[in-house]
């Protein structure tokens, strides 16, 4: 099976990273550590997306949406990623459109849709929510497939890895109105979710990668590039090997969703699993190739690897989502059968 995009997904594609290039670089992503989603450049690259469609691409046309599919969205959040989009865009636009839409919440809907709602969710029952402080919804449910419930009044502020605006604590994680989405819709949401926030760790592992591979070729030592030294040029490879493979499992996935393949919930878990390992061994070492310089909050490798690290703990981090797929094998965490 070979898992590639179609024409006019590849086109979609180019056209979102070529609008994400000019409006969101590094300058507006440190913009939103301090302003958040209200600062001026930020919302004007949320606004665009809107306009573009992206917002409201998984929205069922009926509903006001495009309609795509997660083999259409997937590339598309990987180029959120790619810039480090400071924006809850996979919560809102992949997990939250689709499952108001379910709900029968045209309202909300057509907010979503026109860019004027962002939406937080946490649906695994965690009481931290990303995102909170800076969205109009909170959804949270206390177990993945769990029912979804909307709740009002918002969440306590807390200190965030990847911006302190970010991420809110919810009080009583019983609070709010169920939404009314039957228990697939539930269970796609939070999968959507996981497959999302995969889709963005690949794009956020690439961006790091080229800017490593950039730095390798500038920075000299003993008179020549430090991209030219042995080690160095392994350890690029294992991570951009560690991101090929992971790459596939994220489209194949998407697959699985759009087909509705009883596999499903496990190649989720699989893509969310390596996307995560992936990540973090390409924020490793890009510190590490970078040096000393990776630590200061001047150079923007910091705001690419702390979403990183936020990103790749979301939605299930690596040995939850690996257990998962354990289950689904008929396997304990050692490999034997059961």
Known sequence: MRFALTDDQAALRDAVRDLLGRECPPAVVREAWDEGAAAPRVAAVWAKLAEMGVVGAAVP?????????ACDVVPLLEEAGRVALPLPIVETAFVAGPLLAAAGDEDAVGRLVGGELLVACALDGGATIP??????????????GAPVRRVSGGAEPAESI????????????????????S?????????????????QLIGLSRALLAMTVTYAEERRQFGVPIGTFQAVKHQLANALLGVEFAAPAVLRAAWSLDTGADTADRDVAMAKALASDAAEQVAATALQAHGAIAYTTEYDL?????????????WG?????????????????????R
């Open 317 to 337: 981090d690596a040995e939850w989502q690996r257990a998962r797929v354990a289950a689904a094998l008929g396997l304990d965490m050692e490999g034997s059968l």
């Open 302 to 314: 910091h705001l690419f690897a702390m979403r990183v690290w936020a990103s790749s703990r979301g």
């Open 183 to 199: 228990d697939e819709a539930c269970l796609a949401a939070w999968q959507r979710g996981a497959l999302g926030a995969a889709a």
């Open 162 to 181: 990847d911006g302190a605006r970010q991420v809110g604590v919810l009080a009583d994680l019983a609070a709010g109105e169920e939404i009314g989405a």
């Open 61 to 69: 046309e009926e509903a006001g949406g495009l309609g795509l599919g």
């Open 131 to 144: 995102w909170a402080g800076d969205t109009g919804m909170l959804l949270v449910a206390e177990r993945p």
